[in-house]
């Protein structure tokens, strides 16, 4: 009988990652994750109290490296000193999950330029200079790049049809940088939630954490656990789109 390839229970042993927005939600939980699976982690966002507490639990839960860079992924100088700082740290880069996001909630005609140039600045632009910065680096390791998509990504946001297109954007450019980097053995990920009780809506009133209970929609953990299954995929796979939805979701649609 052909001998079987085991399963790896410390996948992620000896790499090294970075993970923008990781100072509260889903990033965090990102960061918790990958340190579990035996990564190293470069923590990245603006508030630096945030990214040390959770540097902190890290490091005595996990025995893990992390690195604090606090970091404006709007700055494209910010986010290059933040892919610098962390191959300097730790010699290598094999995971970069692109998760800064946010969105004000207005209908478009009540806009102002600078709503509409925050949630390009950070969905948008923040996204294509961790990407690019990470990419030479990616390419030397066989590595994953992650983008957090939504499932505004994949359909129409009434709500919010600026934060979809952003979100529209991020699956095209995945997707799109899947077909340019494969030859080179980098793996591109989009994963796609739907509601996820975190922080996220408190630029316009409510965070989703305090307008949903416990249960009724998806955890942040349950979001980092399946980008730990994307990074996880060894050469020749690559997980190019998962999307994460609440099972009754598609009723409601
Ligand atoms: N929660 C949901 O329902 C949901 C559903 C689908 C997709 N998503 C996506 O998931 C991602 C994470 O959101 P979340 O739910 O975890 O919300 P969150 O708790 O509000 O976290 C957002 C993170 O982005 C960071 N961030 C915002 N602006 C930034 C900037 N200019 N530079 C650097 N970091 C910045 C924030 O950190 P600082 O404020 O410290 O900079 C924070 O760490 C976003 O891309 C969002 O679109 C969320």
Known sequence: MAERPSRRTDP?????????????????????????????????????????????DIREE?????????????????????????????????????????AVDEPVADLTDEEYGLMRGVNVDGMFYTAREAIPHLTETAGHLVFMGSMSGNHPRPANPVYAATKWWTRGFAISLQASLGEDDVAVSTVNPTEVRTEFGSESGTPSKDAFEPGEVTEAIEVADAVAYMVRQESPNSITSLDLYRRDKLSHF
């Open 62 to 102: 996990y025995g893990a490296g992390v690195e604090v860079v606090p970091t404006d992924v709007t700055d494209s100088d910010a986010v290059a000193a933040l892919v610098e700082a962390t191959v300097e740290r730790f010699g290598r880069l094999d995971i970069a999950v692109c998760n800064a996001g946010l």
């Open 12 to 56: 992620l042993d000896g790499q090294a990652a970075l993970v923008t927005g990781a100072s509260s939600g889903i990033g965090a939980e990102i960061a918790r994750v990958l340190a579990e699976d035996g990564a190293d982690v470069a923590v990245a966002a603006r508030r630096t109290d945030e990214l040390e507490a959770l540097a902190e």
